[in-house]
């Protein structure tokens, strides 16, 4: 695509429930992150793939975040058990290559609301 | 652990007045970004910095790195409205794009 997706914009939880957030990234794009950010806050860093490699998990907050990608397609992050901390918008970013010489397209971001 | 820090957090600015964004980070990286956040939008890319050095322009915008101070600058010139927005800087490290605090700039009449 032209983008970077993400679905959905806007989701509404109760507390306890589990979401899942997806991204589709640009065609061809072997990088792809998660961010997290809360309100009036900056992009706290979840997640990162590239290509076929394991991914780098190091910033997930908890076991109850997990993600996924098939290849160099579209990734889901799924949190369980949500909790209100858990409420914020969640980017996506893909990018050419891991080492960024080509710059990062971000997503518009699903903004999650956990009540 | 990479720390990007910017200054100030929080700029109010009067159009037609410069002002410079300070960016510094605390590890080795001669790969750097500037994003524009306007709000409940995602990121706006405006610059990447690739080099020791490098100076990149695009209107009354201007970036900046050093990479040896491990600095970088986003300076404006002759503020206008349309500039109010949130401004992060980013810096590659182990392929991880991590960003800073964040600059918020609100420009007044």
């Known amino acids: 695509g032209a983008g970077v997706s993400q679905s959905p914009s806007n989701k509404v939880t109760e507390k306890g429930k589990d979401v899942e957030l997806r991204c589709d990234p640009i065609s061809g794009h072997t990088a792809l992150y998660w961010y997290r950010q809360r309100l009036g806050q900056g992009l706290e860093f979840l997640i990162y793939?590239?290509?076929?490699?394991?991914?780098?998990k190091s910033g997930l907050p908890s076991d109850r975040f997990s993600a996924e990608r098939t290849g160099e397609s579209v990734s889901t992050l799924t949190i369980q058990r949500t909790q209100q901390e858990d409420s914020a918008v969640y980017l996506c970013?893909?990018?050419?290559?891991?080492?960024?010489?080509?710059?990062?397209?971000f997503g518009s971001g699903t903004r999650l609301t956990v009540v | 652990e990479l720390k990007v820090e910017q200054n100030p957090l929080f700029l109010s600015m009067q159009e037609g007045k410069n002002y410079t964004i300070y960016c510094n980070y605390s590890?080795?990286?001669?790969?750097l970004y500037w994003y524009r956040q306007d709000p409940g939008k995602s990121l706006e890319s405006l610059f990447v910095?690739?080099?020791?050095?490098a100076v990149k322009q695009e209107g009354r915008l201007m970036a900046s790195l050093d990479t040896k101070a491990r600095l970088s600058t986003l300076h404006i010139t002759a503020a206008v409205h349309d500039l109010s927005a949130t401004y992060f800087c980013?810096?590659?490290?182990?392929?991880?794009?991590?960003f800073g605090t964040g600059t918020r700039l609100q420009v007044f009449p």
């Open positions: 793939f590239q290509g076929n490699s394991a991914p780098d």
């Open positions: 970013a893909s990018s050419l290559a891991s080492d960024g010489l080509f710059g990062y397209t």
């Open positions: 980013a810096v590659v490290r182990a392929d991880k794009l991590i």
């Open positions: 910095l690739l080099s020791n050095g």
């Open positions: 590890t080795t990286s001669d790969r």
